[in-house]
């Protein structure tokens, strides 16, 4: 079993920008698949990001391509993700996720994923 741990939510203004980690311990880091999900107020979870357990493949939702991106250091066992040009509509709890092997392109099926860190706020302003 894996623990998941995020940090570097908070609050910014429309147009900025916010870092996240999430700290993995408990299994071999590099044996997972690692993906980032969001949830808004009334609505339901959603597929933000996914990395391979490699990095050679990466995995967006439309919403943020070109925005946001997922990265990870198996050294340290932490993926990231990087949000620029926030927008109001970024407003979510953000999870981290990890899913035990997969080959290709990493899944974006909420489902595929075992492990969840417990969420960290991030308020975009307008």
């Known amino acids: 079993q894996v623990q998941l741990g995020e940090s570097g939510g908070g609050l910014v203004q429309a147009g900025g920008s916010l870092r996240l980690s999430c700290a993995a311990s408990?299994?071999?880091?590099?044996?997972?698949?690692m993906a980032w999900f969001r949830q808004a107020p009334g609505k339901e979870r959603e597929f933000i990001a996914a990395?391979?357990?490699?990095?050679?493949?990466?995995n967006y939702a439309d919403s943020v391509k070109g925005r946001f991106t997922i990265s990870r250091d198996n050294a340290k066992n932490t993926v990231y993700l990087e949000m620029n040009s926030l927008k109001p509509e970024d407003t979510a709890v953000y999870y981290c996720?990890?899913?035990?092997?997969?080959?290709?392109?990493?899944?974006?099926?909420?489902?595929?994923?075992?492990?969840w860190g417990q969420g960290s706020q991030v308020t975009v302003s307008s």
């Open positions: 990395i391979s357990r490699s990095s050679a493949s990466t």
């Open positions: 996720a990890a899913r035990y092997g997969g080959y290709g392109q990493p899944t974006s099926s909420e489902s595929e994923y075992a492990y």
């Open positions: 408990g299994r071999t880091f590099s044996n997972y698949n």
